[in-house]
């Protein structure tokens, strides 16, 4: 570690690389703080909308710089390595992010977990799941350019995009013209408890914020109802699964 008396120029280089993914740290916090402000200033609705132009000027800036620096070509704002790269390749930086994404997920539950306590943890990580939900709904509207109310075929369409998907193993049954069953078939959270011999993880209250939250924000209307989720009792074949019912008109 640098000490007190040295300056930027007399970091080595890996202080130096350090140094400069410390900064990435930084940046991506900030940016969320911004979000997380002027939601509390202006209500989610008018958040989001702010959040759609500060993303696409923050994508283009920072897509620009970055292929100065690193000397790759962009086409339509996006990197032509990545548009090149095997499928089979950008697959693997996919379920990269998004296992990566799980794992920043387990290491803020320990985290509080370790320090106060599981009942705090838990707390916590509810009412992250009612901040996260909307946003990934949101999210995964706007790319795949979903109207307002797209109804149940919609919430099907972007319960496959959410970041769960890509690395847990589900399902949905279309129950009837009025309804969906949603399954969690495999949940990498929940297998690895079951390998090391452990009971499930009780997570039917994040369920019931995570799934509800997510699904009346792809759609008013849609309702839904927790059908088993641990510490219930649950199938071989799931462990999680809710029905979302589409409300009449």
Request: hydrophobic share 40%.
């Amino acid at each position: 570690m640098p000490d007190d008396s040295q300056r930027i120029d007399d970091l080595n280089q890996t202080e130096l690389v350090r140094f400069i993914l410390d900064i990435l740290h930084r940046s991506l916090l900030h940016y969320g703080l911004w979000f997380t402000e002027v939601r509390h200033q202006m209500g989610t609705a008018r958040a989001l909308g702010i959040l759609k132009t500060a993303y696409e000027r923050s994508m283009d800036i920072q897509m620009n710089r970055l292929s100065k620096v690193f000397g790759f070509e962009l086409k339509d704002g996006l990197p032509q390595v990545l548009l090149d790269m095997d499928r089979g390749a950008l697959n693997k930086l996919l379920e990269g992010f998004c296992t990566n994404w799980l794992a920043n997920d387990g290491v803020w539950f320990q985290a509080v977990e370790f320090k106060d306590g599981m009942n705090d943890a838990k707390r916590c990580n509810d009412s992250v799941w009612g901040q996260f939900s909307p946003i990934e709904a949101w999210s995964i509207k706007r790319f795949l350019n979903l109207p307002e109310r797209p109804g149940l075929m919609g919430l099907k369409k972007a319960l496959d995009f959410r970041i769960y998907a890509q690395i847990n193993t589900q399902s949905i049954i279309e129950e009837s013209p009025g309804s969906l069953v949603f399954q969690m078939n495999e949940c990498r959270v929940q297998s690895t408890r079951r390998r090391k011999g452990l009971a499930d993880y009780p997570c039917k209250s994040a369920g019931l914020v995570e799934y509800a939250y997510f699904a009346r924000s792809i759609d008013d209307r849609i309702e839904t109802e927790c059908i088993g989720c641990p510490p219930d009792p649950h199938s071989e074949e799931w462990y999680c699964a809710w029905r979302f019912t589409l409300k009449p008109a």
